[in-house]
């Protein structure tokens, strides 16, 4: 059944989107989801709960030993670039 424009507008006046509420880290002081470990450093309730700084060092070796291997697959000897980020 067709509504007219005034229903339609009226059903879709609670349609809004709300920000999401953040909560301040005590460690670092940036922004994180209440009740949830800070992203930025592993932090949750002022305890180390994920050592995010040993995690991305981790990775990142991990990346340096896989671009390692392709380069050696590809018999290429000159020296890595190095990334900017
Ligand atoms: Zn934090």
């Known amino acids: 059944m067709r509504h007219t424009r005034s229903h339609t ?3 879709r006046s609670h349609h809004a989107l709300k920000s999401p509420e953040l909560a301040v ?7 994180h ?3 949830h470990m800070c992203l930025d450093c ?6 180390m709960v994920l050592d995010l700084a040993a995690k991305k ?8 030993a896989k671009r390692e291997a ?16």
């Open 25 to 31: 880290c005590k460690n670092c002081g940036g922004n």
């Open 33 to 35: 989801r209440p009740h």
């Open 42 to 47: 592993g932090f949750y309730n002022g305890k």
């Open 57 to 64: 060092s981790e990775r990142e070796a991990r990346m340096n």
């Open 70 to 85: 392709i380069r050696a697959q590809a018999g290429d000897t000159t020296p890595a670039p190095v990334e900017v980020k």
């Open 9 to 11: 507008a009226n059903r």
